[in-house]
């Protein structure tokens, strides 16, 4: 073999193991899961549905099975109890909440086709949850890595809003005609 011959075959060697390199061909570096959820934070209004998407990185495995769901709520503070705290727990579709009336709604989970989607049904006006409000959390969690989550909070708005017009008004004194008011639903 001549000197020419060696030193060529000496570089494509070199080339090849710089390749190798530089392309991370046998890393031992491990693939991390993770888990989005959209939207992450959203407003339903009253017999509204909402959907939420969930994906998983970082493994094959790119289902979501699992969506445990919790709710929390602060009464409205009292003079025996000035600063209450939050009641928090956990919360099943269809279901109430101990201390309201009324429902949470509904809820199905869909995997088909590779798809991780929950469908979220607001209750009706007449079975909205009373007399507060919660906010329920559905937490996202990956098949490949029971402890890789992502959220996704649900603020539930009846939808009703009242004004009154006009805000102020001056009412003479003596008998004269009362101001008139009106209200719109």
């Known amino acids: 073999m001549s000197w020419r011959m ?23 570096s491990a693939n991390v899961v993770t888990v989005t959820v959209t939207p992450s934070q959203v407003t339903v209004l009253a017999g509204q549905v909402q959907t939420f998407t969930a994906v998983v990185g970082g493994s094959t495995t790119t289902t979501v099975t699992t969506w445990p769901c919790t709710f929390s709520y602060t009464p409205a503070p009292t003079t025996a109890q ?15 909440i101990q201390g309201l009336t009324g429902s949470i709604g509904t809820w199905t989970i869909t995997t088909t086709n590779g798809s991780n989607v929950l469908t979220y049904t607001a209750p009706s006006l007449a079975n909205f949850p009373k007399p507060f409000i ?16 992502a959220t996704a909070m649900v603020q539930l708005d009846s ?8 805000a102020t008004a001056t009412v003479p004194v003596g008998p004269r005609k009362p101001p008139r008011f009106s209200h719109r639903f």
Do not use: H, Q
């Open 82 to 96: 000035p600063n209450p705290t939050a009641v928090k727990g956990p919360c099943s579709s269809g279901g109430s």
């Open 134 to 149: 919660p906010v329920l959390t559905f937490t996202a969690t990956a098949d490949a890595a029971k402890n890789k989550t």
């Open 159 to 166: 939808g009703i809003r009242v004004s009154i017009t006009p």
């Open 6 to 28: 060696a030193r060529n075959a000496m570089l494509a060697v070199s080339a090849a193991g710089a390749a190798l390199a530089m392309s991370g061909c046998g890393s031992s």
